[in-house]
C-alpha cells in the first residue's frame, strides 16, 4: 500500500561529515574531528533553539557552529575561507544508497517528500548538486513553522503537507532522535543504522522499521 513519506536529509541522505574532505586542506588531521564536532554543535544550536522558542534558520546555525569549533580548536581561518566552507556545506555527496533506495520508494507507488531542518532553498541546491532532487514530490522544511525537530509541529506539518493521517505518514531517518520525535507525534518510523554499532537510544519509542541502507529500507515499506 502507496504510503506518505518524509525522508530527513542531513545524516540521511547526504553525509555531513565528508566536509572534512574541504576542511583537510585548511585544517590538515583535524579535519576529521573538526567535521564530527561542528555536525554535534549544529544540532545542538536547533535544540537549543527550538527550546527556547528563540529561533534562527538552520544556516545560521550552521554558520554559528562553525564558529564555536573554530574558536574552541584555536584555529584562525579568514572570512574568506568560512565563507567558502559554508558554502561547501551546500555541496555534499549523497550516500551510496540514497539514489537507489529513492528510485525504489518512487516505483513501489509512494509520495516521498525531502523533510528537513534546513532552509528550503538551501535544500533544493545541496539535492540538485547531489542528484536527489527529481526523485521528491515536495521538499518540506521546518523553517516555514519557525522550530525545529524533534518539536511536534514539524512532524504534523508533514503529514498535513502529504495529506495524510498521522498513523499513514513515515519518516525515515538515520537520526534516533528524528525517529523518536516521529514516534512521539504519532507518526510511523523507519531508522537507517548504516554502522551496526550505532546505539538507538534506550526509550521506549521504538522505530517500526530498521535498515542498514535506504536501498534496503525501501524494500521492507509497507
Partial sequence: ????????????????????????????????????????????????????GSYENFDICTRDALRFVLDSMKIALAEPEQVRLLEAYQSLPPYADALAGLLELRRRG??????????????RKLLGGAGLLDQFDAVISVDELKTFKPDPRVYRYL???LGRELDATWLISSNAFDVIGAKNAGLRAAWIQRDPATVFDPWPLRPDLVASSLERLAALMP
Avoid: C
Avoid at 31 to 47: C, D, G, N, P, V
Avoid at 113 to 123: I, K, P, R, Y
Fill in 159 to 161: 503529514a498535513e503537507r
Fill in 1 to 52: 500500500m502507496a504510503v506518505g513519506i518524509g525522508i530527513d536529509v542531513y545524516g540521511t541522505l547526504i553525509d555531513p561529515l565528508r566536509m572534512s574532505d574541504h576542511l583537510r586542506p585548511l585544517t590538515g588531521d583535524a579535519a576529521e574531528a573538526i567535521a564530527a564536532m561542528w555536525r554535534a554543535k549544529q544540532l545542538e544550536y536547533t535544540f537549543r533553539r527550538a527550546a527556547m
Fill in 110 to 123: 509512494h509520495t516521498v517528500a525531502a523533510f528537513s531542518n534546513g532552509v528550503e532553498a538551501t535544500l
